[in-house]
């Protein structure tokens, strides 16, 4: 996917005339893992809705001002933070695989009897068919953002007065987080990894290969290590985890060059993670975050990488 033929995407919600629209509940338990609760709504007039969409497909692919064009790349998921970047994500990645599932199969069924606001929902979302040249393609938007809401200093004109609403209603807004069309997920927003707990998931990520690296013994004080490594915004890094570089410093001649190389300590020929940032170095060069200036040889820091094209 590109931005152009994400901007494609957008131009073609117009072609679905029959959208329809959930409140969306999400809970995370540590016992349970994740599950959802849709809640379908209807809007209207009839067309109100529809009308709805065509507002958000404006906004991200208007000439001047579209959404679309503030980004710069669209990227498969790191684990990185970058600006103005979409994120991809396939539906069958360990990361989000259990509650994709899960969120598919609950939107298949959703509550129709329930107060929608009693809902006590995190998200709403768009379900519609689309056509893209002469393919219709299943599209889901979603937006993490609480559609109920209590006004609060709005004023209704009354017999020559104005009186204060106090009710609750649905506020629905014209920013999407995130998109599903075929086997992936576009995050728009970063706000978008709570939809699929993404936290718990890269946190079981990093946990399962600080294990793998104690087993390579490549470290002197591995508790340091662990210490290190699964704290702050380290355990995100693990999604780049790259294991074909954990077995290549199994090596010790290959420690050693990597040691030369990004300013590691090491400890005869081990690296040595009781000296303050060496912890952090070796997690910034098996997560794909270290890199060589082309230009003078000396080590960076990188938010992300890909291939050169």
């Known amino acids: 996917m590109t931005l152009e033929k994400m901007k494609t995407v957008f131009a073609s919600l117009s072609t679905c005339s ?23 709504i209807t809007l209207s007039p009839e067309g109100t809705l529809s009308a709805f969409v065509s507002e958000i497909a404006e906004r991200y692919i208007a000439d001047t001002n579209g959404v679309i064009n503030s980004y710069q790349d669209v990227i498969e998921y790191d684990g990185s933070t970058i600006d103005k970047v979409i994120y991809w994500i396939k539906t069958d990645s360990a990361l989000i695989s259990e509650e994709y599932k899960t969120l598919i199969a609950a939107i298949a069924t959703p509550d129709t009897e329930i107060d929608p606001l009693e809902f006590k929902a995190r998200a709403y979302l768009l379900r519609g068919i689309i056509k893209i040249g002469n393919e219709e393609k299943p599209v889901k938007l979603i937006s993490m953002h609480n559609p109920v809401t209590s006004l609060k200093h709005k004023f209704l004109r009354a017999s020559g007065a104005f009186k204060e609403i106090s009710d609750r209603v649905i506020s629905l807004r014209t920013l999407i987080d995130v998109i599903m ?41 591995f508790d340091a290590f662990a210490s290190i490594a699964g704290s702050g915004h380290n355990p995100r890094k693990f999604v780049s985890f790259h294991d074909g570089h954990l077995q290549k410093l199994k090596n010790a001649n290959s420690r050693k060059k990597m040691a030369k190389k990004f300013n590691i300590p090491l400890d005869g020929d081990k690296f040595d993670t009781s000296q303050p940032g060496a912890a952090d170095k070796i997690v910034k060069l098996l997560c794909d975050r270290g890199m060589i200036d082309p230009f003078d040889d000396n080590p960076m820091e990188v938010a992300g990488s890909k291939r050169w094209e």
Request: glycine residues 4%; hydrophobic residues 30%; contains cysteine.
């Open 181 to 221: 069309i075929d086997d992936t997920v576009y995050m728009l927003t970063l706000v978008g990894e709570n939809l699929f707990n993404m936290e718990r998931a890269y946190k079981a990520t990093c946990s399962e290969k600080i294990q793998d690296i104690q087993q390579c013994s490549i470290v002197t004080d």
């Open 18 to 40: 029959t959208w329809s629209l959930q409140l969306l509940q999400i809970k995370n338990s540590r016992q349970h893992g994740t599950s959802y609760s849709g809640r379908e």
